[in-house]
């Protein structure tokens, strides 16, 4: 039992509430519903007289093309970033834009420096590191358990 509560405490203890994310591009088709959800509700409160006009409502639903990933602009000096590039994946902190060349030091080696063209970069899988509420919330849920077995334990 008591190795089992000392295993918990250590990869509770190792455990991160950071994680690396994609940030989901924002999808258009979304946005245009969310706005015809909206006209909708607007055309439903318009006065009766510009009912009766006959003028046709304007088409708020045209197609957007998305916007072109820029690496550049993803990856700002002093980010926290997991790119891939060539199939191999970094954990990386970004120092600077050298021209078209991304230069980055590993997270753990600051000494070690890194030079990436924009090219050569998976735009698609670059990963910022974020707070994870729901990793945070679980870590929390196990230390007030692990609190209250504890005290539990020491009355008994």
């Known amino acids: ?3 089992n509560f000392y295993l918990i405490i250590v990869l509770c203890s190792l455990t991160s509430c950071y994680t ?3 940030k ?3 999808d258009p088709a979304a946005n245009n519903k ?3 959800k909206n006209n909708t509700a607007l055309a439903n409160t318009a006065s009766p007289q510009m009912n009766n006009t006959g003028a046709a409502p304007q088409n708020l639903n045209a197609v957007q093309a998305p916007a072109p990933v820029n690496v550049q602009e993803k990856l700002a000096p002093g980010k926290n970033v997991k790119i891939e590039v ?3 994946s970094y954990k990386v902190i970004v120092d600077r834009w ?6 980055a ?3 753990r080696n600051a000494k070690t420096s890194l030079k990436f063209h924009k090219n050569q970069i998976n735009s698609e899988k670059i990963a910022e590191k974020r707070f994870s509420q ?3 919330d679980i870590l929390t849920v196990t230390a007030y358990t692990a609190i209250g077995v504890g005290i539990y334990l020491l009355v008994r």
């Open 1 to 3: 039992m008591r190795k």
């Open 24 to 26: 989901k591009p924002v």
């Open 98 to 103: 050298e021209s078209d060349s991304l230069v």
């Open 86 to 88: 060539n199939g191999k």
């Open 20 to 22: 690396y994310q994609v």
């Open 105 to 107: 030091h590993p997270v």
């Open 34 to 36: 969310q706005d015809s």
């Open 134 to 136: 729901p990793i945070a």
